[in-house]
């Protein structure tokens, strides 16, 4: 699906330009994030034609290293710098979505990206949302970014 | 925190008609607004994020039970674990609140759309935005907790 390609192509850019980490999406997958276990989750909504929500899912290791890398020094503690840094990714991405949605006619408009921090956190949406996951690979250790949405 | 001290009454007016209207449960606020949350244990939150003219979250924070509590007399039916009733039930309260701060907000003729609802859960949790926000937290008492409705504003 287009949405996919998107999703894979704003996430690898802001990773190439300002990350410097080399990740690798994998195939899509209907997994739910617990899979992941992640201990920090950036989201950030999308209002307009396309409405959802967008969620960047760290393990520590992996919140840790972008933090790390994008700030270029060693942060060993999830707090306020890898809150500002995943929610930074969010934003980029959900912006990434909204200019490559752009020439389809289709308008989003972005809310402010929140961060969630803790122990096994789970995530939904609605019921009636489609759903993408791409899981991604990296030296770090693997994230996952997720789209829940429904076309108006 | 100027321009929420305009929007704290009516967003808890708006708050205690959604419960008592929709959710048929007894609310009151429960003293002043707080400026900290800290980590939220056993607990379920519902967002909905606001863009346009004003960009935003609004968050609603529930202790488990009070999540149950309100799932049950929302749905009228009986539910005893957080599963996809009360996620969803959840998420539409953060929805019905959402849609009322627009309201109270665009007053003033501002645009402002509402995302998709969304939920967390977790043991614990702490939540929070970018630094550059205006932000309020109400804090409610409902028959079996308190929950707290969060809003956060770009400035």
Redesign the interface.
């Known amino acids: 699906m287009e949405l996919e390609k998107h999703l894979i192509d704003a996430t690898l850019e802001v990773f190439a330009s300002m990350i410097f980490i080399d990740i690798t999406p994998e195939a899509p997958s209907d997994e739910p994030i617990s899979v992941l276990e992640p201990n920090l ?1 950036s ?6 034609d396309l ?3 967008l ?1 960047v899912h760290c393990p520590s290791a992996v919140a840790l290293g972008i933090t790390s890398a994008m700030l270029g020094m060693d942060v060993t503690e999830l707090g ?1 710098d890898a ?2 840094a995943i ?2 990714i969010a934003n980029m991405v959900a912006g990434g979505l909204k200019v490559a949605l752009a020439p389809t006619g289709k308008k989003i ?19 009636g ?1 489609t759903r993408i996951m791409i899981p991604f690979s990296s030296p770090i250790g693997r994230f996952g970014l997720e789209l ?3 076309l108006a | 925190m100027n321009s929420f001290a305009e929007i704290n009454d009516k967003l808890i007016e708006s708050t205690i008609e959604i419960f008592t209207g929709m959710v048929m449960m007894e609310i009151s606020v429960l003293g002043e607004p707080l400026t900290e949350l800290g ?2 244990k056993k607990s379920i ?1 519902g ?6 003219t004003r ?3 609004l ?1 609603v924070h529930f202790p488990r039970q009070v999540a149950l509590d309100v799932t049950s007399n929302f749905l009228g039916l009986e539910v005893s674990e957080v599963n ?1 009733d009360v ?2 039930a959840i ?1 539409e309260i953060a929805n019905m609140l959402g849609g009322n701060l627009k309201t109270i907000l665009s007053d003033r003729g501002r645009d402002i ?19 550059e ?1 205006d932000q309020v937290i109400l804090p409610f008492q409902a028959p079996s907790g308190v929950f707290y409705v969060e809003v ?1 504003l ?1 400035h």
């Open positions: 989750s989201l950030i909504g999308l209002a307009g409405k959802g929500i969620a306020e809150k500002d929610g930074e408009e972005l809310a402010i990206p929140t961060t969630v921090i803790g122990k096994s956190i789970r995530t939904s949406g609605l019921s949302a829940r949405f429904i | 980590s939220l939150t967002m909905v994020g606001l863009a346009g960009k935003g979250v968050a996809e996620q969803d998420g759309q509402l995302s998709l609802p969304s939920t967390i859960s977790g043991d614990e949790y702490s939540f929070s935005s970018q630094a926000v956060e770009e």
